[in-house]
């Protein structure tokens, strides 16, 4: 790599640390700053969907539900035992992960788009569970009056304080996905998608990373969970519908799906989008479909392949983007489809 | 005895795939199994490598029976497969191809490979190094970061056939290697099969190009319409009447 291109690289990391890390003082307003919260949670949403569905094929579309278990069990540990958010943010994890087990036990029978029907259903079985049991969880009223964090006394109280939590467990869950990725389970949840019964054949248990792949994405949903019930004080069902889901499918698939950076594009585009579109209304689920239909018929690989091609095309010229001979050799290992 | 399979019969609803089949493998062999389209040869190879659970009898493979256990374990006894039709992971390049089939001697779980990057990465080197000792022994070595798919045909059966050992086998099923190759790549693949008996794995092989299997099998198991009809050497089986009726048909019609 040229001496160059490290230094421009460096500097446009400098300055992405820099605006991460002082973003609430360059935000405008505070509401600007819960934007950027909701989009962290999202990320977070999305990098689980995106290990379950875009790496292991295993579609885990009862991702808003789990989402769902892990705010009101952080919720309802707080407001109904008084536990703080430190402990509530592992507990959320620890269900959502068990019940996310159990979402994905019918993978073990039925694949892809039978699997994805499946899980839809049992996203939908939780969501009524919600509502329905109104002695736990207050029904279609929801749960309220949860508190916010307390770090050693300082008190969490305010969008910018706790934009500071969840930009930790972003990056603590960006990096854990890629380390997981990385090696040899990874390979196993790729092998899994390409091609079930040769994995068989290498020695993968099957079934064990099937489980495994919806317990971690079920996992991130509680994080999120955990989070969103903590900072927005106030959750009720209806969040967790089946429309979160597709939200945060939409945001993968336009990031990329199969690409961890494809989830923080998608997580924090879609979002920030929505609050655009908020004056059109229902429209926006126009504009998701439209744009779920573009990605799938001319990009595949979201906005992540959509900048590899422009780089690729030599067209634009990034700064940051390797000379024409360096290039060649990268080419190589983009996949054709 | 090494492998033994026992009055195996693999029934499919109405059609009998396998019937009452014996064969027993001897260690470090390279043992033949032919027969005419549909006799049953892939079949076999389905039942040993646990895709499917056989009708009746059963398969001993080291003293033990294996033929009711899940697909991944029989791969960690020691059996290892390829495929007739090729089947690499797509999305994957030839290296990891052959590093699939190393994860299941990984030490690192999940926990581990979270919180210790470190021993993961050290382990992580250890396979690649093996990984390209078998490539380097099938001669792919140079496609290494290559998208598996996109290698020629060839090259695509031979990295079968790496990321195959890569599991550490004692035995390997070869569903026909050489279908697709031209002779120069088949003589190859001979060669080959030869190194990969050498390094003492037994190989199991179904094959339709007679030259190479009558060239290189120890030992040959003809079957037709999932029934044994002849066993033996390729000399004795390329003059018994029975094969020659099953493969030609009867002489004077």
């Known amino acids: 790599m040229r001496k160059k291109t490290i230094i421009i690289r460096a500097l446009l990391f400098g300055g992405a640390a820099l605006i991460l890390l002082f973003f609430p003082y360059i935000a405008q307003n505070r509401y600007q700053v819960h934007i950027i919260n909701m989009a962290g949670i999202y990320i977070i949403l999305s990098l689980g969907l995106n290990l379950a569905m875009g790496y292991a094929g295993q579609f885990n579309l009862a991702m808003g539900a789990l989402w769902g278990v892990g705010a009101y069990t952080a919720g309802l540990l707080n407001t109904r035992l008084g536990l ?50 109104e002695k736990l969880t207050g029904g279609a009223l929801g749960v309220s009056r949860i508190k916010m964090p307390n770090f050693f006394g300082f008190p969490i109280n305010t969008d910018e304080r706790f934009y500071y939590i969840i930009l930790v467990v972003v990056i603590l869950g960006f990096l854990v996905t890629r380390q997981i990725l990385k090696h040899h389970i990874g390979r196993s949840f790729r092998a899994i998608r390409d091609d079930y019964q040769a994995a068989k054949a290498m020695g993968v248990n099957t079934a064990y990373y099937q489980i495994l792949a919806f317990i971690i994405s079920a996992a991130y949903a509680g994080a999120a969970g955990a989070l969103f019930a903590h900072l ?14 597709l939200f945060v499918m939409t ?20 979002p920030i989008l ?37 780089r690729n095309s030599r067209k634009i010229h990034w700064p940051w983007s390797p000379k024409p001979e360096e290039e060649k050799l990268e080419e190589t290992n983009v996949s054709e489809n | ?56 009898g059963k398969i001993v493979f080291d003293g033990k029976t294996i033929s009711n ?69 099938l001669e792919v070595a140079d496609f290494a970061n290559e998208l598996a798919t996109s290698l020629p ?36 693949l001979r060669e080959i099969l030869m190194k990969i008996q050498n390094t003492g794995v037994t190989i199991l092989l179904v ?25 033996g050497t390729g000399a004795a089986i390329s003059n018994d009447p029975v094969v020659i009726e099953a493969y030609l048909g009867q002489e004077d019609l």
């Open chain 1, 84 to 133: 703080p958010f430190w402990i509530n943010l592992p507990a959320a994890m620890i269900v959502a992960g068990l019940i996310g087990a159990i979402v994905g036990l019918p993978s073990l029978k039925v694949r892809s788009h039978y699997l994805a029907i499946v899980t839809i259903g049992l996203g939908e079985v939780i969501n009524i569970i919600l509502i329905n049991e």
């Open chain 1, 232 to 245: 927005n004080t106030y959750i009720s069902p209806d969040i967790f519908e089946f429309k979160s889901t």
């Open chain 1, 251 to 270: 945001m993968t698939m336009v990031g990329g799906m199969g690409s961890l950076a494809g989830s923080v594009v998608g997580g924090l585009t879609l």
């Open chain 1, 274 to 310: 929505q609050e655009y579109l908020r004056v059109i209304k229902d429209w926006q689920l126009v504009v998701y479909g439209i744009s779920i239909m573009i990605v799938v018929l001319f990009v595949p690989g979201g906005v992540i392949e959509l900048t590899r091609r422009m």
């Open chain 2, 1 to 56: 005895m090494f492998l033994k399979i026992e009055n195996l019969k693999m029934q499919f609803g109405g059609l009998i795939a396998v019937n009452d089949v014996s064969i027993n493998v001897e260690k470090g062999e390279i043992h033949g199994l032919i027969g005419p389209n549909g006799s049953g040869k892939t079949t076999i190879f389905n039942v040993l490598s646990g895709y499917y659970k056989p009708s009746g």
């Open chain 2, 69 to 137: 256990l899940p697909a991944y374990q029989i791969t960690a006894a020691g059996f290892a497969r390829t495929f007739q039709n090729l089947r690499l992971f797509s999305s994957m390049t030839v290296l990891d191809n052959v590093l699939v089939g190393m994860g299941h001697h990984a030490k690192t779980g999940l926990w581990k490979t979270i919180l210790n990057p470190v021993a993961v990465q050290r382990e992580e080197n250890i396979f690649i190094e093996k990984a390209m000792n078998f490539l380097n022994l």
């Open chain 2, 153 to 188: 045909y060839g090259s695509q059966r031979r990295v079968e056939i790496a990321r195959a050992l890569a599991t550490d086998p004692q035995i390997i099923l070869l569903d026909e290697p050489a279908a697709g190759l031209n002779e120069i790549e088949t003589e190859k």
């Open chain 2, 207 to 231: 094959e339709h190009d007679m030259k190479l299997v009558m060239g290189i099998c120890d030992v040959i198991t003809v079957l037709d319409y999932g029934k044994k009809i002849a066993e």
